[in-house]
């Protein structure tokens, strides 16, 4: 990493700067795995029934997201304050591109992965108390369209995000120091299923590259795959939104995204090689988790508790992360005045963005409790990915509009790097609108309601 000097000044945003380098690393790798590794797998087996082609869709997400990392670094360096890529969008394009970001992030990707992700820390909780399960119907109400039902799981689920919010809510340090037990646990536990498989392999995977006779549309199947890859990588740069409470953020920003997503791709091509040792191709193939089948395989009914207790640590942990990163995205928009003022508000004690906390968990509850968050998510895929692309373009456009402003660091291998995550992303964006029309529409009508939003809040119209 090229890390150069003087330092630019560093704006005070009134929050605390609590977060090491070690945090950060970790903050990056605990916003990322949450339930996708232990379950993304056996669905792709069945678009792509090849050990070779399986490895290689897990290696292209982690060669994106280090691309990713080494763009972002860059702009994280030059703008470390809270937002992240709402800030690089707002500095590169203005501020309707930004507040879109903002606006589907806080409506959708980040409140309603938190809500799926805590419904998957529910439904493995049941593995161990049965009637926490999400199929355990507790409330069931008669409405027009017929019946609003709630689960035990969904409680569960609500129940788990306002702890997590409580934690955020009294102290950045106490909702890292979460962050940081929790996932140095997920991510041993997650090593586990490598060990198990090096002691007690069943299967010797065939990794010479083969592309299966039986797949009618390879090229296709392969990209549908993929999408479950960068969804499972998805949350990566969730560390630059907390930048302006990261210790001299020049500096660790940089160093945490790359050592994070380095950390990411180890961590994810074990345990798909531990899967491959487990399990043949024809028993991976549409198995939802497919985790707990290789750990049972490989070690009985005591390795699937071990991937059990596994996953809702990692659940659980993601969440925190997840929380602590995207309130700051609520913050910096409130910060600039488009999004609801009391949100930019600091606790005079606690020096957290209170508020911003606060209404990020409770959206984030009711999406859990009103079980549509599953289809928002899918919806907001296509429009998650156009982001990407927006803010890897972002660096080519700060490079010439902003020549002159200061860059602790800069984005190693450009232009060729920052092209390679801007092509490949968009290629996604492509392959999604092509494969996936309904929900790439659905996604760009969610970003069309926030337009009256966005010019409701400038001065002078309202």
């Known amino acids: 990493m090229q890390v150069q000097s003087p330092e630019q000044t560093v704006p005070d945003e009134g929050l605390v700067r609590a977060i090491g380098l070690g945090s950060a690393i970790l903050l990056v790798v605990g916003s990322v795995i949450g339930s996708g590794i232990f379950l993304t797998t056996g669905g792709m087996a069945a678009l792509i029934p090849s050990a070779s082609l399986l490895l290689a ?97 969904q409680f ?89 409470e990261i210790r001299d953020p020049q500096r660790n920003v940089p160093r945490a995204l790359v050592i994070g997503v380095l950390v990411l791709i180890a961590t994810y091509l074990a345990v798909n090689l531990a899967y491959l040792h487990a399990l043949t191709i024809d028993e991976m193939k549409g198995v939802t988790r497919i985790a707990e089948k290789a750990a049972s395989t490989l070690m009985g009914s005591a390795g699937a508790a071990l991937v059990a207790a596994t996953v809702v640590i990692s659940t659980f942990g993601c969440n925190a992360a997840g929380l602590l990163g995207g309130s700051r995205v609520l913050f910096a928009m409130a910060s600039d005045g488009v999004f609801l003022p009391a949100a930019s508000r600091v606790h005079p004690r606690y020096r957290t963005p209170h508020v911003a906390v606060a209404a990020l968990t409770g959206w984030s509850i009711v999406l859990a409790l009103s079980g549509t968050y599953e289809q928002l998510f899918t919806y907001v895929m296509f429009s998650s990915i156009l982001f990407s692309v927006a803010a890897g373009a972002a660096l080519f456009s700060l490079r010439r509009t902003h020549p002159d402003q200061p860059r602790p660091y800069r984005a190693w291998g450009y232009p060729i790097v920052p092209a390679v995550f801007v092509l490949g992303s968009a290629a996604f964006v492509l392959n999604t609108l092509v494969e996936r029309p309904v929900e790439s529409i659905a996604g760009l009508g969610l970003l069309v309601l926030g337009l009256p939003v966005y010019w409701y809040s400038q001065p002078g119209i309202c």
């Open 57 to 153: 869709a897990w290696t292209l997400g982690g060669i994106l997201a280090i691309a990713g990392g080494l763009t972002y670094a860059e702009m994280g360096a030059m703008f470390p304050r809270s937002g992240g890529v709402y800030v690089f969008l707002r500095e590169a394009y203005g501020g309707l591109p930004a507040f879109l970001y903002g606006w589907s992030s806080l409506l959708v990707v980040i409140s309603g992965s938190m809500a799926a992700v805590a419904a998957g820390f529910a439904e493995y909780l049941s593995y161990f108390v049965p009637a926490f399960s999400t199929s355990n119907i507790v409330v069931a109400l008669p409405v027009p369209w017929g019946t609003f039902s709630i689960s035990a799981g």
């Open 156 to 244: 569960v689920a609500a129940a788990s995000l306002a702890v997590l919010g409580a934690v955020n809510y009294v102290g950045v340090r106490s909702g890292n120091m979460l962050n940081v037990v929790l996932t140095a646990a997920k991510v041993a536990g997650l090593l586990a299923i490598p060990l198990m498989a090096l002691a007690a392999g069943t299967v010797r995977p065939a990794l010479t590259p083969v592309v299966p006779a039986d797949v009618v549309r390879p090229v296709a199947s392969f990209g549908i795959a993929m999408i479950a890859v960068l969804w499972t990588y998805e949350s990566w740069y969730y560390v630059t939104y907390a930048a302006g």
